[in-house]
């Protein structure tokens, strides 16, 4: 086809040979009929559900995800459906990894030991730590307790890293139940992760 023959096609429907996905494509057909039916733009999961279609969480993850949209998906969406993309503010928050997970509680585990002298953690005790920076600094409360008493039981895959960090502020590997079987394996498998990142 030549560029003159595509372009005139593009000018009568700019998606007649999209490159996004047919269900995006499908999705946005059954909303444009939707409307213009006279009904509203469906913003609310389940609110409108066509063929099998739930158009209120098509219309939210359009906004949502503007950013990923191609120009000409954005036009369409703006100019055809009378769809903008989202605030900042309703963009859900970015998931937390796990290890920023273990930062955050690894620095609870370092402010109880800074308080307490110790890291005998009651298992329900609940640490709240100031996280971020100006406006965005919030409290987070966490589970030390079980989080301790997990990093304790799970010693032995821990990295030499984590193990020594624990291990700095006050971290006892061992149950204090004497000679108990698992908790003894667990202490020999430490000792050896701590002596091979100090070497």
Known sequence: MTRERRQQLEEIDPSWCAVWPVTWQRCFHLVRQHLDTGQALPTVAGEVVRQGEDLGRWVTSVRVGWDQLTTVQQWMCEQVLGIEPADEDEKPKPRTSQADKWAMHYAAAAQFFAREGHLTVPRKHIETITTGDGPAQQD?????????????????????????LLSKVG??????????????????????SVRAATR
Do not use: I, S
């Open 171 to 192: 971290m006892r590997w061992a149950c204090g139940r004497r000679g108990h079987r698992g908790c003894r394996a667990r202490d020999l498998a430490v000792n050896a």
């Open 140 to 164: 987070v409360a966490l589970k030390l307790g079980t989080w301790v008493d997990n990093q304790r039981r799970r010693a032995a895959a821990l990295t030499p890293e984590r193990v020594e």
